[in-house]
């Protein structure tokens, strides 16, 4: 089903690039991994616990963790999850795709569209790309600046720029974040009593 | 807090329990069809979903209401970030938290 409203452009736009960036290899997974992970990610939410088969153990729980109960994740919990081989810039990797496959399915569910099809994967290896100035700043993966939202997945440039791509798009960017008095089709306190709800019913004190 | 700056800078009321408190009138302009939008997305509530998304294009028009959901779906985003990095809490908590009403620290 799909729906009757009118999509802004830098939202199907946003989305779009998402889903092709999504079927292709990432830094450290493949495509079919990064698809596999989505679709762990959405039976998680359903629950659903049937795995794939494609993705570590490790990997299907991290994805689970992050999809359904991102609010329960303790450094006990990462520290686990590295011992058993996860590197911090992996966990960087699927953190990115899960949160951005969220955003998606949560807006295509709030205007009252069927959830998208996922795309099929791009054959390829990883690229093994990341941010080499990225250092430990506070949060438990490597960042480019002191830790805090805008800088939360810069340990993959990749992962950072498809972040603010749907951060800006469905929101506003980074650098309008102190126009207190801007309207993007709500006045900016109108965004901001749903950003706060939303952030108080995920348990989120960020 | 954003949502207190963003209604001074619009000279709009807002009362901030109302994000805590879904008995409490937000006093923002839409505020309570917004508030439900964002219960019905992040809850992911398909009794409530159509009732909230007709009430919000009612009030803020089209193109608010998809703003609105849009909104919610990128702090779902948001919130998964930097819950899952660790990322340390910032700023004045427990201010903030005495003004929500809410609980400080998190049990």
Known sequence: MGTSLAIHAEINSAINNDWKRMARPGSFFTGAQRVAMATEARRDRDGDPTGTGQLSPTVARVVRQVSVRPMDITHQWVDQAFSEGLTPLQYVEIIGLVSRLSAIDLFDFGIGSDQRPLPDPVAGEPTGAFDPAAQPNGAVVPTTGPSGASVALTGIRAENAALHEIHEAFFISNTQIPEFGLTKDLIRPQMEMVAARTSYLNDCFY | ?107
């Open chain 2, 1 to 107: 807090m954003f949502l207190r700056e963003g209604s001074k800078a619009h000279g709009v009321p807002v009362n901030l329990l109302a994000v805590t408190s879904a008995a409490t009138d937000p006093e923002l302009p839409a505020g309570k069809e917004l508030r439900a939008m964002a219960d019905a997305v992040t809850l992911w509530d398909t009794d409530e979903i159509p009732i909230a998304r007709d009430a919000l294009i009612a009030a803020v028009g089209e193109a608010g209401a998809v703003r609105a959901i849009a909104v919610a779906g990128n702090y779902g985003m948001m919130n998964r970030v930097l819950d899952a990095v660790l990322n340390p809490i910032s700023g004045r908590p427990a201010t903030m938290a005495a003004e929500l009403h809410i609980e400080w620290p998190r049990s």
